[in-house]
């Protein structure tokens, strides 16, 4: 781990004179293996009383977020005390938790083997008790233990966006644990925040297969979709993805692909703000020249969620409207002067667009 980090320095020089068991966890060791620059960073602390550890807290100005968890923040690092728990209801905050100094037993409690690794803020001593470095390493999404897992149903959509993410395949045994695990005592907003991160990677094609596969269309969407309208969402989705580069290139297709209710998938996804922008961007299934001008009116279409091949960023470059709008230096002043009024001003206005349109393509083929 890059001990560059000032604050990191600080709370391992903090940790020293009390233990020497104090361990990154989680997603920043797998990250760290991966080579992907983090700033968040989970340390669990052994051998440490909950009430001395909660005196240490104290004493750095760390932060209780989660003190019936053993959890606290100081500035980017979360500390915690390692622990067990035990599904005790319904719901994502119904367990009970207990104490645990093993680190084999607490890194199990963990959903994946690639996010069990365990690194001594110390000595940099790797703990992998599950496999998790070859796992990673060949890219293999594989759940720990069957019965911790099913205990968090949001746990098959962590399985999504890491797929998204890392360009992982789920293997095959967790495939199938995760295709009886019910989905529906998931709120909206934990949905939402899992999904987002799924609409972030590059790898959205896989990702979704996997979302199709597993039945869950219609509790993160909100509909049904049929196989032909997910082969076609499928088409290109990656380099589409990587061309447009925004995380509402997913649901653009999504939604126009499928002919849904755009307004209430968004409200569904509770995302109604942060996306509006596919309500009335322009889609076409296979677009012309005359659609892409017609498109580069309102906006330079690298700002448009359609372009989304090599072949349409190559045509827009060559009609010069990549990074620039069409100009038509047609104003409503003049189309006043020649008499029209109203609702006709605008009629007007767009014909006389579209003609310069016409015309400059007659010019330039």
């Not at 703990?127 to 470095?133: A, Q, S, T, V």
């Not at 395949?169 to 987002?196: A, P, Q, V, Y």
């Not at 499928?234 to 995380?247: A, E, K, P, R, S």
Request: hydrophobic share 35%.
């Amino acid at each position: 781990m890059n001990c560059e980090n000032s604050e990191l320095k600080e709370v391992i020089n903090f940790l020293k004179p009390y233990t020497n068991r104090a361990y990154f966890v989680g997603g920043s060791v797998r990250d760290k293996l991966l080579n992907i620059k983090n700033s968040d960073y989970d340390i669990e602390v052994y051998d440490i009383s909950k009430d001395k550890f909660e005196l240490l807290m104290q004493k750095i100005g760390a932060v209780g977020v989660g003190k019936s968890y053993f959890v606290y923040k100081y500035k980017n690092i979360d500390i915690s005390l390692p622990r067990t728990e035990t599904k005790i209801g319904r719901g994502h905050k119904a367990f009970e938790v207990s104490i645990c100094n093993d680190e084999k037993l607490a890194s199990k409690r963990r959903d994946f083997t690639i996010n069990s690794l365990m690194l001594n803020i110390f000595d940099g001593k790797l703990l992998d008790f599950w496999g998790g470095k070859n796992d990673l390493e060949n890219k293999i999404l594989k759940i720990i233990d069957e019965n911790s897992f099913k205990e968090d149903s949001l746990r098959v959509l962590r399985a999504i966006q890491f797929v998204s993410r890392f360009n992982l395949t789920i293997d095959k045994n967790s495939f199938e644990i995760m295709k009886n695990i019910d989905l529906n005592d998931l709120s909206k907003d934990r949905i939402r925040l899992e999904i987002i991160k799924m609409f972030k990677g590059k790898f959205q094609e896989k990702a979704f297969k996997y979302l199709y596969e597993l039945n869950l269309c219609s509790i993160v969407f909100g509909i049904e979709i049929t196989k032909n309208e997910f082969e076609k969402i499928c088409q290109n989705l990656n380099d589409g993805f990587q061309l447009v580069n925004n995380q509402m290139y997913f649901l653009y297709k999504f939604s126009n692909i499928t002919k849904c209710n755009k307004s209430k998938l968004l409200k569904h996804l509770n995302l109604s703000f942060q996306y509006k922008k596919i309500l009335n961007e322009p889609f076409f299934a296979n677009p012309t020249k005359k659609d892409l001008l017609i498109t580069s009116l309102e906006m330079p279409l690298s700002n448009w969620l359609g372009l989304d091949t090599k072949e349409l960023v190559s045509i827009a470059k060559n009609l010069g409207i990549y990074d620039n709008t069409f100009k038509t230096d047609i104003s409503s002043s003049d189309v006043i002067k020649d008499g029209f009024s109203g609702e006709n001003i605008g009629k007007e206005i767009k014909r006389r667009k579209l003609k310069m349109i016409d015309e400059f393509l007659t010019k330039n083929n």
